[in-house]
């Protein structure tokens, strides 16, 4: 007994140990979005502002266009969230359905594809972002995260579907539902947290991303909020803190706002996506 609880205290030590170190990063994050000047520069920084003050946000409002550019992060993040679950919910259906030798190539292909760099990846893009004339442009933004979350939102939802007991489809279709029908009423519901998380890693992925849309976008207006963020550092490389952090406290919001919303059916998905397939 003596044995289990140490172990038992054991990890909930190591658990608080990780959780302060996750949420450190944060934490300091928001503590230097509200310190003055004379605190960002002395030489022993304190760990809560001594005199707190909205002026870095002032002044990263003032000096860059987060607002325009925070639209544009959202809608290309919605869209690209949107496209990849409708994308990716029939074909995780007729792949977990269906396990024939080609639904096995193709699940092992989606795999393999994430261990490709993002530097690889980037010239046959461009080239054919401007085949399409989609070059500086949201649409073709949007093109690009789909195909990019697009693999691990499938493997996802493969998993998800094969949470759901294929009797219970059986069972609607003997007392005469159609295909449509037992998809809208008997599958739909059981996925629907699946589907939900899937989203929302689309969606955080699309908001957080940088690298595809400093490459891809040149206009100051349709710039996204991550590429916004790099106009506070200086050619030097010196980076103007206080209004630094004020912008990407406001960027890293949106993010933990929806997470908070709905982190039991990510939990779930996430569960059932990465355990049962």
Same mark, same amino acid.
């Given at each position: 007994m003596r044995t289990s609880a140490a172990a038992r205290a054991g990890q909930y030590a190591a658990?608080?140990?990780?959780?302060?170190?996750?949420?450190?990063p944060f934490l300091w994050l928001v503590s230097t979005a509200f310190k003055p000047p004379a605190e960002l520069a002395a030489l022993h920084?304190?760990?809560?502002?001594r005199d707190p003050t909205l002026a870095n946000f002032r002044q990263a409002f003032g000096e860059q266009p987060l607002l325009r550019a925070a639209l544009n992060s959202l809608l290309a993040a919605l869209a690209a969230?949107?496209?990849?679950?409708?994308?990716?919910?029939?074909?995780?259906?007729?792949t977990a359905r269906h396990r024939t030798a080609l639904a096995k190539a193709a699940a092992g292909w989606v795999v393999v594809s994430q261990a490709f760099p993002f530097v690889l990846l980037i010239v046959p893009l461009f080239l054919v972002l401007k085949n399409l *004339?989609? &070059?500086?442009?949201?649409?073709?933004?949007v093109l690009v995260?789909?195909?990019w979350t697009l693999p691990f939102a499938l493997?996802?939802?493969t998993g998800y579907v094969r949470a759901v007991p294929a009797e219970l489809e059986e069972a609607a279709a003997v007392d005469g539902a159609g295909r449509l029908r037992i998809l809208l009423s008997v599958t739909g519901p059981l996925l629907a947290p699946g589907i939900v998380a899937t989203a929302l890693f689309a969606f955080v992925t699309a908001w957080n991303e940088f690298f595809f849309a400093l490459v891809l976008l040149k206009s100051p207006e349709k710039q996204t909020l991550p590429v916004i963020l790099t106009h506070f550092i200086g050619a030097e490389g010196v980076a103007d803190l206080g209004p630094l952090a004020a912008a990407a406290f406001l960027a890293t919001l949106p993010?933990?706002?929806?997470?908070?919303?709905?982190? *039991?059916? &990510?939990?779930g998905g996430m569960l059932a996506g990465a355990v049962k397939s």
């Open positions: 658990l608080l140990a990780y959780l302060v170190f996750l949420a450190f920084p304190t760990w809560i502002p969230a949107v496209v990849a679950v409708v994308v990716a919910t029939p074909t995780a259906y007729v *004339r989609l &070059i500086d442009s949201l649409p073709g933004l995260y789909v195909v493997w996802m939802l993010s933990l706002v929806v997470f908070a919303i709905i982190q *039991r059916r &990510i939990t």
